[in-house]
């Protein structure tokens, strides 16, 4: 049969464009919408804490984020290298010099000399995880960890690789993994903050490392201080208290007015969301802070009271973080530092890890065995991880210098593969070479774990959608971490 051309309607091209064009885009704005409902979370700017679906079942519900500060040796804690102890004092091996391409300027800062700890080390548990001495309470957990000793980071510096480990990017101003998982879930309790700090000493760089970025201002990190009063100036003088309420009603009807003039400002719900958390908190906070509370048998496990002070303080953090995780409190994060400097022993790595261990070892301990006797820990997370590692290579007179081509994390509870190792570095410990691990793919583990799907959890910001992980599937969870 014969086409009759002159049946079918003559188009122009200017037609055709724009009919083709307007199909084109509004097939790219269909396709753009679909995103962005996908990733839309909806928020009550009175309620931003209100629990929220996770994407799939989760293993966790909850984070206690240990963070060790100042970079804490690989070579000195979990990552045992029989070569290193032998080679002790020699220069380094032609084969690890020959990678300096790899390891960047390390070498540069340090002396051609190895450095082994003078520590002892030994196998503990049914999974023989090596554990040096400087740790005899955690090696008791060993059996409870999952070991991953082979991560790096993107930077030698401390607070851009701080700023990755708690936000994703080395430079400041981004919403930080607390804000991340409290945006995403919501927290169980409604009468606390969904993300608490706990620390005398915070991490270089300051609030940018718990900051909520571009994520509404509700999902900034809160710090609790771990002696008395969690929470200063929470109460209201006693001759202003029957009129607590109806004062903050009055207040919050003029913030919602000025609120609804600047449609989009989050800070401004912020505000009004911290007003209610502050009214609400008076009294559940102030009971968080009550450690006498506990028993004496509980203090005395974390050592409260121990006649070292820095201990005493990590462990009031360690006893205060379960006592938020019981209360329902999603994400919490101690910083172990009581000075500026942590673990970053440069001139003096033996005195520095000696110091450290003896303030965290114990309390870190007792945690894990208190998470266990309550029925915590199977829905806890327990994270220890530090910015980065330290080089096998000495600097000063026993000092060494950051490496964060090679170091070592471990996990505990909330669904995690109970004594496993995952990863490994090369013979001297300097640099991850089976299986290495970014700390995006740490940070999509947890999220994992959560139950949450890192390429889900996004904020639009700037006309893009923004994640923790970054640029959608470029990710992998750690394999061998979740159970």
């Known amino acids: 049969m014969a086409i009759e051309f002159s049946s079918i309607p003559v188009t122009s091209r200017r037609d055709f464009l724009t009919r083709t064009g307007a199909g084109f885009g509004s097939v790219a704005l269909a396709g753009l919408m679909a995103q962005e409902s996908k990733a839309a979370i909806p928020i009550d700017s009175l309620k931003p804490f209100a629990e929220r679906m996770p994407h799939f079942a989760p293993k966790a519900k909850q984070v206690i984020f240990l963070f060790m500060y100042g970079g804490p040796s690989q070579v000195d804690?979990?990552?045992?290298?029989?070569?290193?102890i032998k080679l002790n004092g020699a220069k380094v091996p032609d084969s690890i010099k020959k990678q300096k391409d790899k390891v960047g300027g390390v070498f540069n800062a340090c002396k051609d000399e190895l450095m082994s700890g003078p520590w002892k080390w030994a196998q503990h548990g049914k999974s023989g995880l090596w554990v040096s001495s400087l740790l005899p309470e955690t090696a008791k957990h060993a059996d409870e960890l999952c070991v991953v000793r082979s991560m790096f980071s993107e930077s030698s510096n401390h607070a851009p690789a701080t700023y990755l480990m708690n936000t994703g990017a080395i430079l400041?101003?981004?919403?930080?993994l607390g804000s991340w998982v409290t945006y995403g879930l919501g927290s169980p309790n409604q009468n606390l903050p969904g993300y608490v700090l706990l620390f005398k000493v915070g991490g270089l760089g300051g609030s940018a490392n718990w900051s909520n970025g571009f994520l509404p201002a509700a999902f900034q990190g809160t710090h609790f201080r771990h002696e008395g009063s969690p929470v200063l100036n929470l109460h209201p003088p006693e001759e202003l208290q029957s009129v607590q309420r109806s004062t903050l009603d009055l207040i919050q009807q003029l913030n919602k007015r000025h609120a609804q003039a600047r449609p989009g400002v989050l800070d401004l719900d912020g505000r009004i969301a911290s007003y209610e958390l502050a009214y609400r908190m008076q009294s559940e906070a102030m009971e968080i802070g009550e450690l006498s509370n506990e028993t004496s048998s509980i203090q005395n496990l974390y050592g409260i009271h121990d006649k070292n002070k820095d201990?005493?303080?990590?462990?009031r953090m360690c006893l205060t973080s379960r006592r938020l995780v019981e209360k329902g409190v999603r994400f919490v994060q101690l910083y172990n530092?009581?000075?500026?400097?942590g673990w970053d022993g440069h001139g003096n790595n033996h005195e520095f890890h000696q110091r450290n261990s003896a303030q965290t070892d114990g309390p870190i301990a007792a945690l894990l065995t208190d998470l266990k006797q309550r029925g915590l820990l199977d829905s806890t997370l327990v994270v220890w991880a530090g910015e980065f590692g330290r080089t096998p290579m000495m600097q000063g007179g026993n000092g060494r210098n950051h490496n964060p081509y090679g170091?070592?994390?471990w996990m505990a509870g909330g669904g995690v593969k109970a004594g496993t190792q995952i990863g490994a570095t090369d013979e001297i410990g300097l640099r991850a070479v089976d299986k290495p691990q970014s700390v995006k793919n740490l940070h999509a583990t947890i999220l994992t774990a959560l139950g949450i799907n890192p390429d889900d959890l996004s904020f639009d910001h700037n006309g893009r959608q923004e994640r923790l992980t970054g640029v959608a599937s470029s990710w992998k969870t750690i394999p061998g971490v979740l159970a």
């Open 77 to 84: 804690l979990f990552d045992y290298k029989p070569d290193l």
């Open 311 to 315: 201990k005493a303080t990590f462990a």
């Open 172 to 176: 400041g101003e981004k919403p930080s």
């Open 337 to 341: 530092a009581v000075d500026k400097l």
């Open 407 to 409: 170091f070592t994390i």
